[in-house]
């Protein structure tokens, strides 16, 4: 079994070719994803519709970690999500997360970032 760092590590690697169904296999049945100026996701299947309907506007993301720590079942990392727009323009956004991890899979995710730089990225 996969250590919690080891999980957190392969889930972010998993944003830079993403397939929903795969990104979601990470997750608990009963996981919460929360971007945190957003409202929570809750469980494994709306998790995978949030990524689906994420790729409409971003064909990936890749996570550049630049430091990562893990104690026990929890894992907190310091990195910029770079979102790459079907359009062409990538999108850096500085992130911290937060995850839970049980038993091989992800049971809580938080990430806190600037709303505004979400907003731009979106915006014609």
Same mark, same amino acid.
């Given at each position: ?5 080891e999980i957190v590590?392969?889930?972010?690697? /998993?944003?830079? $070719?993403?397939?929903?169904?795969? %990104?979601?296999r990470?997750? !608990?049945?009963d996981a *919460?994803?929360? +971007? ?6 809750l469980?494994r ?10 790729? /409409?506007?971003? $064909?990936?993301i890749?996570?550049d %970690?630049h430091?990562?720590? !893990?104690?026990?079942? *929890?894992?907190? +990392?310091e990195?910029?999500d770079?979102?790459r727009?079907?359009d062409?323009?990538?999108t850096?956004?500085?992130?911290v997360g937060?995850f839970?991890?049980?038993d091989?899979?992800?049971?809580a ?5 600037d ?10």
């Amino acid at each position: 079994m996969s250590s919690p760092d080891e999980i957190v590590r392969a889930m972010c690697r /998993a944003w830079s $070719t993403p397939d929903p169904a795969e %990104i979601a296999r990470f997750f !608990a049945e009963d996981a *919460v994803y929360h +971007n945190i100026p957003m409202e929570p996701i809750l469980g494994r299947t709306a998790i995978a519709d949030f990524i689906s309907g994420f790729l /409409a506007t971003f $064909t990936a993301i890749d996570f550049d %970690i630049h430091l990562q720590v !893990a104690n026990g079942p *929890v894992v907190m +990392n310091e990195r910029t999500d770079t979102l790459r727009g079907k359009d062409g323009r990538d999108t850096p956004l500085p992130v911290v997360g937060v995850f839970e991890v049980r038993d091989g899979l992800i049971t809580a995710w938080r990430d806190y970032f600037d709303m505004a730089a979400i907003t731009r990225a979106f915006a014609v």
